[in-house]
Structure formats: structure tokens, C-alpha cells
């Protein structure tokens, strides 16, 4: 089944402790990227990778690091995370086509 | 990015078929007109996409106005499970812009009635 995963679901921590959220795609799709929502602002565009080793901003990339060794990873790291990055955060996928695929989400609660 | 318009909600019963309304006046030649859904407690999902004429797949229908300044999405049949907020995106043409990035707004929230 074609599909986007992240890991974890749901995560709590405190100010400063590093953290990531993994995501794998399985449709050897080229483009990644990596988004948070929140209430009023809708999904907002962190990184996005076009392929191994290429990533770039997005709209609200700080506070926030990517890597894309592998074409079907793009974890996403918080170095030192902070209240203000609670947030509901999506990892999607694209290949030649014009459809996005989401994942399912990973809510992410810094005390 | 060119600015869309949706109603924060609508309300429709089961069965019915539901128009959902976006305007874009300020859309430009080579902007596509995407619709993605978000299902409760899910990642939003991809359901059609146009650039001037209408568009038909299994899931909707998408009507584009002949000036290209709005649009209406087309559930023809809705069930419960069609219960979800509707965004009406605009995206450059040409893939490679900014790795596909996708500007939602707040959608309208679509309620169904048993």
C-alpha cells in the first residue's frame, strides 16, 4: 500500500531536548516536505527536499533542521525545541505527478 | 501566492449532492486549481485538480468558471464519511516551484447530516 508514515504520533517534551520525527514514503517519490498546522494559519510549509541531498526553506523553517540521505526518509529535527514549535506537524510526498501524499501526523507538545 | 475564498462551513445531508464554493479573482494564466480534504484526525488528502476545464474522478467533480475567478467543488452523493474541511489551494504551474509547496488557508468545514 502506497503510503506516507511518521513516527511518533504523539510526543511530549520539554524546552531544549533534541528531538525527531522520522518520515518514510514507499512510492519512491522525489519531492518531500515537511509542514505544521495550526489553529487560524492553517499548514505551513517548513522544508521540502526535490531529491537525495537537496533540501531548501520553506516558509517558517526556523528552529527546525532536515536531512534527505536516503530518497525515502526525510526526518525532521528539532535541535532545541521550544513552546512556540507545539504544533500538529505533516510530512508529505510528491512524485511527477501533481498529487501530495500526507502522512498521518505527529502532534507534538513542548512544555 | 494568489488568495482563495471558501465559507467556513456548510451544512448538507446524506445522500445530497454538495456544491463547495472557492473564489480566486486574483488567479493568474498557469495557476492550477487544487482541492485537498482533511478528514478528523487525519493528514489532509489529495481530491482533484484543474487548470480550465472541468475535471471529473471517482471522488468529485470540479467546475471552473469561464473567467477562472472561482470554482466549485462537486460531491455528487455525500456520505458521512465525506464530513471534513475542503481546502481550495492554488498552485504555480510547473512542478518544480518551491518542491511543490501547497498554501492552505482555512477551508470550509463540511458537515453531513444523517
Known amino acids: 500500500e502506497a503510503q506516507v508514515t511518521q513516527n511518533p504520533r504523539y510526543l511530549i517534551t520539554v524546552t531544549g531536548k533534541k528531538l525527531t520525527v522520522t518520515c518514510s514514503q514507499n512510492m519512491n517519490h522525489e519531492y518531500m516536505s515537511w509542514y505544521r498546522q495550526d489553529p487560524g494559519l492553517g499548514l505551513r510549509q517548513i522544508y521540502y527536499s526535490m531529491n537525495v541531498e537537496v533540501t531548501d526553506k520553506g516558509d517558517v523553517p526556523e528552529g527546525y533542521k532536515v536531512s534527505r540521505k536516503e530518497k525515502r526518509n526525510f526526518p525532521l529535527i528539532l535541535e532545541s525545541p521550544s513552546p512556540n514549535q507545539t504544533s500538529l506537524y505533516f510530512c508529505?510526498?510528491?512524485?511527477?505527478?501533481?498529487?501530495?501524499?500526507f502522512g498521518p501526523g505527529t502532534r507534538l507538545t513542548v512544555t | 501566492d494568489a488568495k482563495t475564498t471558501q465559507p467556513n462551513s456548510m451544512e448538507s445531508n446524506e445522500e445530497e449532492p454538495v456544491h463547495l464554493p472557492c473564489n480566486h479573482s486574483t488567479i493568474s494564466g498557469t495557476d492550477y486549481i487544487h482541492w485537498y480534504r482533511q478528514l478528523p484526525s487525519q493528514g489532509p488528502e489529495y481530491v482533484i485538480h484543474g487548470l480550465t476545464s472541468n475535471v471529473n474522478n471517482r471522488m468529485a467533480s470540479l467546475a471552473i468558471a469561464e473567467d477562472r475567478k472561482s470554482s466549485t467543488l462537486i460531491l455528487h452523493r455525500a456520505t458521512l464519511r465525506d464530513a471534513a474541511v475542503y481546502y481550495c489551494?492554488?498552485?504555480?504551474?510547473?512542478?518544480?516551484?518551491?518542491?511543490?509547496?501547497?498554501?492552505f488557508g482555512e477551508g470550509t468545514q463540511l458537515t453531513v447530516n444523517p
Open positions: 508529505a510526498s510528491r512524485g511527477l505527478g501533481y498529487e501530495q501524499y
Open positions: 489551494i492554488l498552485r504555480e504551474g510547473g512542478v518544480e516551484t518551491s518542491g511543490s509547496r501547497l498554501t
